[in-house]
């Protein structure tokens, strides 16, 4: 006699095209490429000039944060744009779910080194790192949510996991 336990979860691929099709997808899109923008323009025009003006202390660790910044920046963005093409076809969710796609699979930016703020740093690079550093972690907590559980094997759930021990103890000789 067989018993047949319902999925607990979506297929991966329903589950990633759900994520890519829904409006927190949107929101996050639009908020994280209007980041990747602010910062570009911030950098390359008054973080430029602010820049110049600092300490040689300063202006190390302002070149450190920039560089923070801009990778973590760049993880988003790319995230982001993995979505997307999941989105629009030109990609597949099975080929998104590819661990060098994923973000929860990589290490965070470093922190910034203790004392940074009392280097004074232009409050337009602290605010951005910290908005970058907000923003990080909470695609990467949906990298996690979306590909991560997904990727769970649902004999490791712990309940399919007893009943699936259940079965085998009061059903074991039979098919």
Not at 41 to 52: E, I
Not at 127 to 132: G, I, K, N, P
Request: proline content about 6%; aromatic content about 6%.
């Amino acid at each position: 006699m067989s018993h047949d336990l319902p999925a607990a979860q979506p297929d991966r691929s329903e589950r990633v095209r759900d994520f890519t099709a829904s409006e927190l997808f949107d929101r996050t899109f639009r908020e994280g490429m209007e980041l990747v923008e602010a910062a570009a323009t911030y950098l390359d025009g008054p973080g430029r000039q602010q820049s110049k003006l600092l300490s040689r202390n300063a202006a190390l660790a302002y070149a450190g944060e920039s560089m923070r910044l801009t990778t973590r920046l760049m993880q988003v963005a790319s995230w982001l744009l993995v979505q997307r093409a999941v989105r629009e076809g030109d990609m597949t969710p099975s080929e998104a779910c590819d661990p060098r796609y994923r973000v929860a699979s990589k290490a965070p930016p470093t922190t910034p080194p203790a004392g940074l703020d009392e280097l004074g740093l232009p409050q337009g690079l602290t605010e951005l790192a910290e908005r970058s550093e907000r923003l990080f972690e909470r695609i990467r907590r949906l990298d996690e949510k979306v590909y991560e559980s997904a990727n769970a094997d649902l004999t490791a759930h712990p309940v399919l996991s007893q009943f699936e021990r259940l079965r085998t103890a009061f059903h074991g000789g039979e098919g």
